[in-house]
């Protein structure tokens, strides 16, 4: 066995373990860090980076129908092994770039499972770890159903790689990785079923979007199972048959669990560190630090706290983590934070719900905009574009806003600006946009 000492060992690549290696290292620490799977981590090698490649290939052929017979004489179709050919390109050579980029910084590099031996030693294969400061940084895993015939369902990782889509495909699963690999299957023209256990899917979403958004997807050809639970899977010929309560039977070529994640803790021996941890990841305080030990350290989508499991926030969380290894003793304060569910049309969302405000009628308004019929939607011949946006009545400064249109996601990010600003939409007044432009309606939306 051969022991090592570092300042900071990271555990995990991916976005906010990579980023507080980095710093760390920027500013003169000996740092190591860990993979146990592949360079990168998720959100470059099997999560939105791979996704959005298929998200726009669904975007081109969605795009050219709505405007058959408006000048497009045929609808794109998608050849499922060229697009994945295609996506390949943005991820095969990122675990060698990855590691290349951490041997040149000088960030030493340990494969394999790292497992605590105390608060400050960790085990990797017959590597002995001792570091000053420890961060978590392993992110999660695709849950897997508790249920027989269980090996028959893949997961998300498993569609971002499949060679050929089968003739249909089903869903588990009501969140927005299920409405999106829906989307995409259903642009390559494929049969696809979504099956949820209840009947209020993306719930963190405006209900009465998602409402218009599964109905906009039914007419497209996707057929919903809302209140399912499947109890069962099984080969049957050469369909795969799932079963589920009220004698529910569908049967499908392929299956993909969405069914949410699960923090990749269980291997880390954690108890050895006194590190506390629940279902939902590792505590932490607003420090980012675990209560046993201030050295050690969890961020991302390992970590127990209140940021969404997103790319942008996760990257937060690291650079807080790496302020305070440095000698900072910053908390973490989360910023209204806008997330996206990329389907067709999109679904965004940021800061406060619509609930939330109609529980408090004389603080919030809520301006509802059916923006179907403006310029910049009936261009592209979009059959519905919604927005809600809800102001502060004593100073009319925008607290949340929610939008369904196919410009959703760029919406939202004009909206994230003039929150973190504290602007109005009356402040736009005074800026030219180029028109026309999705930008150039922000202040139409007053």
Not at 14 to 43: D, K, M, Q, Y
Not at 147 to 158: A, K, R, V
Not at 181 to 193: C, P, Q, T, Y
Request: charged content about 20%; hydrophobic content about 40%; aromatic content about 8%.
């Amino acid at each position: 066995m051969t022991e090592y000492t570092y300042d900071v060992v990271v555990i995990g690549s991916g976005a906010s373990g990579t980023s507080v290696a980095f710093e760390t290292r920027a500013a003169g620490l000996s740092v190591a860090i860990v993979e146990e799977r592949s360079w990168g981590g998720t959100c470059v090698l099997r999560g939105c980076d791979p996704k959005k490649v298929l998200v726009g290939a669904a975007e081109a052929r969605n795009f050219s129908k709505r405007l058959r017979g408006k000048g497009i004489k045929q609808a794109a179709t998608i050849s499922w092994s060229d697009l994945m050919a295609f996506k390949e390109t943005f991820v095969e050579n990122v675990p060698e770039q990855r590691l290349q980029s951490f041997q040149e910084a000088g960030i030493e590099t340990f494969f394999g499972k790292a497992q605590f031996q105390s608060k400050e030693t960790l085990l990797v294969g017959e590597d002995l770890l001792h570091a000053k400061n420890i961060v978590l940084a392993t992110g999660a895993s695709p849950n897997k159903q508790d249920i027989p015939g269980n090996d028959f369902i893949l997961t998300s990782d498993d569609f971002l790689s499949l060679k050929h889509l089968p003739d249909s495909v089903t869903f588990i699963g009501g969140g927005y990785i299920s409405f999106e690999f829906a989307s995409i299957a259903l642009a390559a023209g494929k049969e696809v079923h979504i099956i949820h256990h209840n009947s209020n899917p993306l719930k963190k979403f405006d209900p009465d979007f998602v409402a218009a958004l599964v109905s906009l997807m039914e007419e497209e050809g996707v057929h919903f199972h809302f209140d399912t639970t499947i109890s069962k899977v099984e080969k049957k010929a050469e369909k795969l048959q799932i079963s589920g309560e009220n004698d529910f039977v569908l049967q499908t070529d392929n299956i993909i669990g969405a069914t949410g994640r699960t923090p990749n803790i269980s291997h880390l021996d954690l108890e050895k560190a006194h590190i506390d941890y629940t279902k939902k990841g590792i505590t932490v305080n607003e420090k980012l630090q675990t209560v046993s030990n201030p050295h050690i350290y969890a961020c991302g989508d390992v970590a127990a706290t209140k940021g969404a499991p997103l790319t942008p926030v996760v990257s937060m969380e690291a650079a807080i983590v790496s302020q305070n290894i440095l000698g900072a003793d910053d908390a973490i304060h989360y910023p209204a934070i806008p997330s996206v569910v990329f389907t067709s049309p999109k679904l965004a969302s940021i800061g406060i719900t619509i609930q939330e405000a109609k529980e408090q009628p004389a603080k919030y308004q809520i301006k509802n905009h059916d923006t179907t019929n403006w310029y910049t939607y009936k261009r592209t011949n979009e059959p519905l574009a919604l927005a809600k946006i809800i102001v502060d009545k004593s100073n009319q400064q925008i607290k949340g806003a929610h939008f369904l249109s196919e410009e959703a996601d760029y919406m939202i990010n004009y909206i994230a600006i003039l929150m973190k600003a504290n602007l109005t939409l009356s402040d736009l007044q005074s800026v030219l946009f180029a028109y026309p432009s999705p930008a150039s309606d922000l202040s139409a939306l007053n």
